[in-house]
């Protein structure tokens, strides 16, 4: 796999590990679609790292394996603990806007990468609606190019995949080596096969299924607010 525009990535001494990604992605997506329940606590941290839909991976983090990344993320400065006075439980907020400037459209995409995994522009767009709202593709491609001329970047433009036409872009918090594997992992699963129109065809489904399930659980957590 071959990355372009990509002048080495985050300090090694600074990438993230995949936990840590998860949480900071987590932290940022639910700012913007449950801002009533931002600062988040611990367990509606936990449930969002858990979630099934909208994730790629999806992962399976304990209350303890969270905690202790939160902590991590706390010594580094990515992540603030706020006690409220009388409040019996500590709550938490990213600080990703103001460790690499970003605006949040800028915010958005890098959310997006994060919580998903490698991507074109026009996913990126149709799946970032509801934190922030992109006008067309191109608005998106301006804000990878923000995240890809920073420096350290942040985010890295792919070689096109045989077959495509549009390159996909990931978030590069975890590393070269990461986004690499993150990207063989893609190849390995859209190479074509006898089956290639069949696979294609499921896979939409999967990802069409995955939409709705992210829509009954936001009609849920609405329905909630009223019980």
């Known amino acids: 796999m071959t990355i372009e525009e990509s002048t080495g990535g985050a300090d090694s001494a600074a990438e993230l590990d995949p936990f840590e990604i998860r949480v900071l992605a987590v932290l940022a997506e639910k700012e913007a679609l449950t801002p009533d329940n931002y600062p ?15 994730r790629d991976p999806v992962m399976h983090l304990s209350d303890e394996t969270v905690a202790e990344v939160l902590q991590r993320l706390m ?6 603990g706020i006690t409220q006075a009388g409040a019996r439980v500590t709550k938490y907020e990213h600080r990703m806007r103001i460790k690499w400037t970003l605006e949040q459209d800028k915010l958005a995409v890098l959310t997006i990468l994060m919580l998903r995994g490698p991507q074109t522009a026009g996913e990126i767009r149709t799946r970032s609606g509801r934190i922030h709202e992109f006008k067309s593709v191109a608005e998106v491609e301006s804000a990878l190019q923000f995240l890809i001329d920073k420096y350290p970047p942040v985010v890295a433009r792919l070689a096109l995949a045989p077959g495509t036409k549009e390159p996909r872009y990931g978030q590069l918090l975890g590393g070269e080596a990461a986004l690499a594997r993150e990207e063989s992992a893609f190849g390995a699963v859209s190479a074509p096969s006898s089956g290639g129109r069949t696979a294609q065809l499921e896979q939409e489904v999967a990802a069409l299924r995955s939409e709705v ?5 936001q009609f849920e957590n609405f329905k909630r607010q009223f019980e």
Do not use: H
């Not at 606590?41 to 790292?49: H, P, R, W």
């Not at 010594?75 to 603030?80: D, E, I, L, M, P």
């Open 40 to 54: 988040m606590s611990l367990n509606a941290l936990t449930n969002g790292c858990n979630q099934l839909s909208s």
């Open 75 to 80: 010594q580094r400065k990515y992540v603030n």
């Open 213 to 217: 399930d992210e829509l009954k659980a």
